[in-house]
């Protein structure tokens, strides 16, 4: 069955970085768009960044200059890169994986926690 697996949350203090990673199992990740999306508590999960099958990248406006999204689609593996990290980053932050050609099936990861605190 297919599996997202992130890694590289864990707990920061605020200005400092982290970089998550997402890697696919049995999907043609070339095939997929990816994204990073966040839920913190009491709050709806939000789309952080996102990347196309091609590579074009869109981000939040609250991450804008500070993350930035990549694939390699040889280690069928999406990146986000977090500097300048701020408390209200603090969130659980998902993987998301959408076909671009039919039939167009989605894919979540289990979420992994980021903590920005000092």
């Known amino acids: 069955q297919v599996q997202l697996v992130e890694s590289g949350g864990g707990l920061v203090q605020p200005g400092g970085s982290l970089t998550l990673s997402c890697t696919a199992s049995r999907i043609i990740f070339r095939l997929y768009a990816m994204g990073w999306y966040r839920q913190a508590p009491g709050k709806q999960r939000e789309l952080v960044a996102h990347?196309?099958?091609?590579?074009?990248?869109n981000y939040a406006d609250s991450v804008k200059g500070r993350f930035t999204i990549s694939r390699d689609n040889a280690r069928n593996t999406v990146y986000l890169q977090m500097n300048s990290l701020k408390p209200e980053d603090t969130a659980v932050y998902y993987c998301n994986a959408r076909r671009v050609v039919a039939p167009y099936d989605v894919y979540w990861g289990q979420g992994t926690q980021v903590t920005v605190s000092s």
């Open positions: 990347t196309t099958s091609g590579g074009s990248t």
